[in-house]
């Protein structure tokens, strides 16, 4: 029977790079693979060909055989045709059709077995919220919680069996983990429905847990909060999550800090802010004010003239960062409180007090007149 060229089949030159036939044969391989041809002769004969080729080509000592002497020089050295890739160039061809065997084809043309390795399954990670004070995040503070969560069973540790049992070997994948069928001319290994890829299934499941390894639990736990912690601070404590699966590792808890709305101060980033009223004789006048801060009262003297709105700045009177445990500052804002309810003789005090500064209180200034109008004509 004539045979073809193995070059010509890969589309590469005589003197092509191990790389240049790997990027060849993985070209043809992906293009004519029988999963993406169903039922095409033609695909799966090609698909063939470049598998014999570079099964060849790709092994120094039969390439250098075929090019001294062709298919009968490798047939001298007992080759009889591509019967699947040996040991030696099969993780070449795994990492080739790496997304087929991703996608379960990991036994095409019987050339080995596979089994699937089943790694127990590290357990659930849990959130909570917690809400605490302004105070309990500025200083630190140390909370109580409550889970109810998956812990592993006291009767089986685990082990999902009935103490005293053992398992069994699957019957339907004879133990392997795995199942294995005809699809075209190759062998695809599957993990096997009945155990998970196990080999093994339980008889015997343990009565207090049924089977599964692992019952809810309630639990309290005492979670210290770090002095610093802001609205959204999430904090992870290990292996205080739901337990592993046939005894794997606990999954951890992440606790979510949410601040109580305070009656007096905002907080943004690490400063604090509030809000105080005057009378309009103490702005005018200037004065001293206690002042309210997370440490105690402080006192902060208003000078004379002070508009309304203005804001001061206490420095350090604010909250300690998480990570630097510098302070932010508290910045107070004024508010001039008028009054509205004035007697005959604050009226008349107030005049005389308008008159002293030249201030008419019957005519408005006659400059800002003409600026509304000209705003509304």
């Given at each position: 029977?004539?045979?073809k060229?193995?070059?010509?089949?890969?589309?590469v030159?005589?003197?092509?790079?191990?790389?240049?036939?790997k990027?060849?044969y993985?070209?043809?391989?992906?293009?004519y693979h029988?999963?993406?041809?169903?039922?095409?002769k033609?695909?799966?004969e090609?698909f063939?060909?470049?598998?014999e080729?570079y099964?060849?080509l790709?092994?120094?000592?039969?390439?250098?055989?075929y090019?001294?002497?062709?298919y009968?020089?490798?047939?001298g050295?007992?080759y009889?045709?591509?019967?699947?890739?040996?040991?030696?160039?099969?993780?070449?061809?795994?990492?080739?059709?790496?997304?087929?065997?991703?996608?379960?084809?990991?036994?095409?043309?019987?050339?080995?077995q596979?089994?699937?390795?089943?790694?127990?399954?590290?357990?659930r990670d849990?959130?909570l919220?917690?809400?605490?004070?302004?105070?309990?995040?500025?200083?630190?503070t140390e909370s109580?919680?409550?889970?109810n969560?998956?812990?592993?069973?006291?009767?089986?540790n685990?082990?999902?069996l009935?103490?005293?049992?053992?398992?069994?070997?699957?019957q339907?994948?004879?133990?392997r983990?795995?199942?294995?069928?005809?699809?075209?001319?190759?062998?695809i290994?599957r993990?096997?429905?009945h155990?998970?890829?196990?080999?093994q299934?339980?008889?015997?499941?343990?009565?207090?847990?049924?089977?599964s390894?692992?019952?809810?639990?309630?639990?309290t736990?005492?979670v210290?909060?770090?002095?610093?912690?802001?609205?959204?601070?999430?904090?992870?404590?290990a292996?205080?999550?739901?337990a592993?699966?046939?005894g794997?590792?606990?999954?951890?808890?992440?606790?979510?800090?949410?601040?109580?709305?305070?009656?007096i101060?905002?907080?943004?980033d690490?400063?604090?802010?509030?809000?105080?009223?005057?009378?309009?004789?103490?702005?005018?006048?200037?004065?001293?004010?206690?002042?309210p801060?997370?440490?105690?009262?402080?006192?902060?003297?208003?000078?004379?003239g002070t508009?309304?709105e203005?804001i001061?700045?206490?420095?350090?009177?604010?909250?300690?960062?998480?990570?630097?445990?510098?302070?932010g500052?508290?910045f107070v804002?004024?508010?001039?409180?008028i009054p509205?309810n004035?007697?005959?003789e604050?009226?008349?005090?107030l005049?005389?007090?308008a008159e002293?500064?030249?201030?008419?209180l019957e005519?408005l200034?006659k400059?800002?007149?003409?600026?509304?109008k000209?705003?509304?004509?």
């Amino acid at each position: 029977m004539t045979r073809k060229d193995y070059y010509e089949i890969l589309g590469v030159a005589q003197d092509a790079s191990a790389e240049e036939i790997k990027k060849a044969y993985r070209q043809m391989a992906l293009k004519y693979h029988p999963d993406r041809n169903p039922g095409n002769k033609e695909a799966e004969e090609k698909f063939k060909d470049a598998a014999e080729a570079y099964s060849v080509l790709i092994d120094p000592q039969k390439r250098s055989v075929y090019d001294q002497f062709g298919y009968d020089g490798l047939r001298g050295e007992g080759y009889t045709g591509f019967t699947g890739f040996n040991s030696s160039i099969f993780e070449d061809f795994e990492d080739i059709l790496g997304d087929f065997f991703n996608l379960g084809f990991g036994d095409l043309f019987g050339t080995r077995q596979r089994r699937r390795a089943y790694y127990p399954q590290k357990g659930r990670d849990l959130a909570l919220e917690l809400e605490v004070s302004l105070e309990e995040a500025a200083f630190g503070t140390e909370s109580e919680i409550k889970l109810n969560r998956l812990d592993i069973c006291p009767v089986c540790n685990g082990s999902k069996l009935q103490p005293g049992t053992q398992q069994s070997t699957c019957q339907n994948c004879q133990g392997r983990g795995q199942v294995r069928y005809q699809q075209g001319f190759f062998t695809i290994s599957r993990t096997c429905s009945h155990c998970g890829g196990l080999g093994q299934i339980i008889t015997t499941p343990c009565l207090e847990c049924r089977g599964s390894g692992r019952i809810k639990k309630k639990k309290t736990l005492k979670v210290k909060i770090p002095a610093g912690v802001d609205n959204g601070t999430k904090l992870r404590i290990a292996e205080e999550g739901e337990a592993g699966d046939w005894g794997a590792a606990k999954g951890d808890l992440y606790v979510i800090i949410r601040i109580k709305k305070h009656d007096i101060f905002e907080r943004e980033d690490n400063n604090l802010y509030c809000q105080i009223s005057i009378p309009f004789t103490h702005a005018a006048l200037g004065t001293s004010v206690k002042i309210p801060t997370l440490e105690g009262p402080e006192m902060l003297k208003i000078p004379a003239g002070t508009q309304p709105e203005e804001i001061f700045r206490l420095k350090g009177k604010g909250i300690a960062s998480l990570e630097s445990r510098r302070k932010g500052d508290l910045f107070v804002k004024i508010n001039v409180k008028i009054p509205k309810n004035l007697t005959k003789e604050e009226r008349e005090l107030l005049r005389k007090f308008a008159e002293s500064r030249g201030e008419d209180l019957e005519i408005l200034d006659k400059n800002l007149i003409d600026k509304v109008k000209d705003i509304f004509h």
